[in-house]
């Protein structure tokens, strides 16, 4: 059994152990990081249009992703620490959401977390990203919730009856 597991900041220890916790021994297993590329492409662009391309040690474009690079190997580490056995780490960069449903393409099974308003059952608890990968993923996918699950009475009540 081929399983991806999206490492995302905040909620990926909901995922890795619903990994540790469901995925049968033996299964191969990939912790997948992508890191977008909005925030570095921002800062190159702001700092060329500010200051042309004459000093390209000092753009802060540069910087970012080296940091982004850093978290994404911290966090990797982290989950493969807690996953406790043996697995593949994966860093991706791109758009987010696309680079996540590339690489489910051929597994057995994907786990994401609701990033989404976590205090209410029902398609808010996703955010944008999660939901395309939801809507889009080419294979079964495992959704956890990062916390406790909202109880039932945070569903909105059905709609009225009309005779």
């Given at each position: 059994?081929?399983?991806i597991?999206?490492?995302?900041?905040g909620?990926?220890?909901?995922?890795?152990?619903a990994?540790?916790?469901?995925?049968?021994?033996?299964?191969?297993i990939?912790?997948?990081?992508?890191?977008?590329?909005?925030?570095?492409?921002?800062a190159h662009?702001?700092?060329?249009g500010?200051?042309?391309?004459?000093?390209p040690?000092?753009?802060p474009?540069?910087?970012?992703e080296e940091?982004?690079?850093?978290?994404a190997r911290?966090?990797l580490?982290e989950a493969?620490?807690?996953?406790g056995r043996?697995?593949?780490?994966?860093?991706r960069s791109g758009?987010?959401?696309r680079?996540?449903?590339?690489?489910?393409?051929?597994?057995?099974?994907?786990?994401?977390a609701?990033d989404?308003?976590?205090?209410?059952?029902?398609p808010?608890?996703?955010?944008?990203?999660?939901?395309?990968?939801?809507?889009h993923a080419?294979c079964?996918v495992?959704?956890?919730?990062?916390?406790?699950?909202?109880?039932?009475?945070?569903?909105?009540?059905?709609?009225p009856?009309?005779h």
């Amino acid at each position: 059994m081929a399983v991806i597991v999206w490492i995302v900041e905040g909620t990926w220890p909901a995922c890795v152990d619903a990994a540790r916790t469901r995925v049968p021994a033996g299964s191969e297993i990939v912790l997948l990081h992508v890191t977008g590329h909005e925030s570095p492409g921002a800062a190159h662009g702001a700092f060329a249009g500010l200051l042309g391309r004459g000093h390209p040690e000092r753009d802060p474009g540069t910087r970012m992703e080296e940091l982004a690079a850093d978290s994404a190997r911290r966090l990797l580490r982290e989950a493969a620490d807690r996953l406790g056995r043996p697995c593949t780490r994966e860093e991706r960069s791109g758009r987010v959401e696309r680079e996540v449903v590339e690489a489910a393409e051929g597994a057995d099974l994907l786990i994401l977390a609701r990033d989404g308003d976590r205090t209410h059952l029902g398609p808010k608890s996703l955010g944008p990203a999660s939901r395309f990968v939801v809507d889009h993923a080419p294979c079964p996918v495992l959704l956890v919730w990062p916390e406790a699950t909202p109880g039932l009475g945070s569903m909105p009540p059905p709609p009225p009856h009309h005779h």
